[in-house]
């Protein structure tokens, strides 16, 4: 169902409401949570998700992931855990790939043996292996790819064989790559979501969680959504559809600006490391050229010296803020092992290979030689 219709024109026009009666350019934003019903078969309601301007931003996405139907809900793990109590039960497992976010790890292991559900975690980097933990009562994999922090890829192709050939449903959390870089669901995959607090939003200023996928499965995943709740209110929609209007534009100029930062740091003698897709030195650099449109703007650094040096580092940067989250217009840096990834424990923190001098760059919107500059007076 892949869209005619080029992505910049998308994130421009699909979904926009257009009012009859006041024919302004923009969806109004509906701020009602009452709605008249007698005339009507509908039965409108924010917890219902479908309120006019939910309605907006779920076809602009469905649209850009080239997805039947959506939900917006009011954060990333709203999305994530909706989705999963959704379609699991007691005595149900779940194959999820070891590399994922800190908070969906957790969800994981905290929440899911309270319900009943069964879950393991493989190497999505290694097809064979990650198929021997396939049980005969697993539901669904999911995976997560460019990975946080490490960007490393799952290739999204012989995942989708290997769970058509068993029969299970496949979830992607398409996050880091963003709808510009990356449609999972022409791929074969059934699920795709998204932190919209990222990318998605793209000026660190609200927060929302997206699922995208076939009407059947979005049908199923919104009758139990109604019953947790974690709708997106009407205002913050509206601020996220004006915020996609620009994706395609931010989202490549990030790309742009990380492709030429990643080169920068992997030639610079104080950088240890460099993990960025598009550098031919990724492992994965293969897969990334056949599954991406564009390589990302996340990358993670390890550079030489001691964690002193790094926070050093990280007090002389200028430009560039050391902050939490990523996918914002502005470039920010921080320390996985102290952030996204403080949750999980220290063990499975080395085995993962996050070290703690890792260092997770989000590339914003900046002129390409600023932030190069920031970088080069900041390193030792
Ligand atoms: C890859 C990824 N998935 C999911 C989430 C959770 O999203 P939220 O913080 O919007 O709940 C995050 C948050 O950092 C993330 O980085």
């Known amino acids: 169902m892949a869209s005619e219709i080029a992505k910049d024109t998308l994130c421009v026009h ?81 194959l999820f790939q070891a590399d994922l976010y800190g908070g969906t790890q957790r969800f994981i292991t905290t929440d899911f043996p309270r319900f009943g559900i069964e879950y393991s975690f493989g190497d999505a980097t290694n097809i ?145 490391k460099v993990h960025y897709p598009g550098l031919e030195s990724h492992p994965q650099h293969d897969i990334a050229k056949r599954q991406m449109e564009g390589y990302g703007a996340m990358l993670a650094v390890e550079l030489h010296g001691n964690a002193d040096e790094t926070r050093q580092f990280l007090r002389k940067l200028k430009i560039v803020t050391p902050a939490m989250s990523l996918g914002g217009v502005e470039t920010s840096i921080c320390e996985p092992a102290t952030t996204s990834h403080a949750k999980i424990s220290a063990e499975q923190r080395q085995n993962l290979g996050i070290s703690d001098s890792l260092l997770r760059i989000s590339v914003g919107i900046e002129a390409t030689e600023d932030l190069i500059a920031d970088f080069e007076q900041a390193l030792p």
């Open 128 to 272: 064979e292996m990650f198929e021997e933990a396939i049980q005969f009562n697993t539901k669904l994999i999911y995976i997560e790819t460019p990975s946080n922090p490490l960007l490393r890829l799952t290739d999204i192709e012989k995942i989708v064989a290997l769970a058509k050939q068993y029969g299970v449903l496949t979830m992607i959390d398409n996050t880091f790559a963003s709808p510009i870089n990356q449609n999972p669901i022409p791929m074969g995959i059934d699920l795709v979501m998204h932190s919209g607090t990222k990318y998605l939003g793209g000026h660190s200023d609200l927060s929302c969680g997206a699922i995208i996928g076939s009407k059947g499965l979005v049908a199923q995943i919104k009758s139990t959504a109604t019953h947790f709740g974690g709708n997106l209110n009407a205002q913050t929609c509206y601020l996220l559809e004006r915020s996609l209007k620009t994706l395609a534009l931010r989202v490549r100029q990030q790309t742009y600006n990380a492709q030429k930062l990643a080169e920068f740091m992997e030639k610079h003698p104080k950088v240890k």
């Open 14 to 94: 699909t979904g926009t409401y257009h009012d009859q009666a006041q024919p302004g350019i923009n969806s109004p934003i509906y701020t009602s949570s009452s709605f008249e019903y007698l005339d009507t078969d509908a039965r409108t309601y924010p917890r219902y998700f479908n309120t006019p301007n939910q309605e907006s931003v779920v076809k602009k996405l469905a649209a850009l992931e080239s997805g039947e139907d959506g939900i917006i809900f009011g954060s990333g793990m709203a999305a994530i855990s909706t989705t999963l109590l959704a379609l699991l039960k007691k005595e149900d497992h779940v």
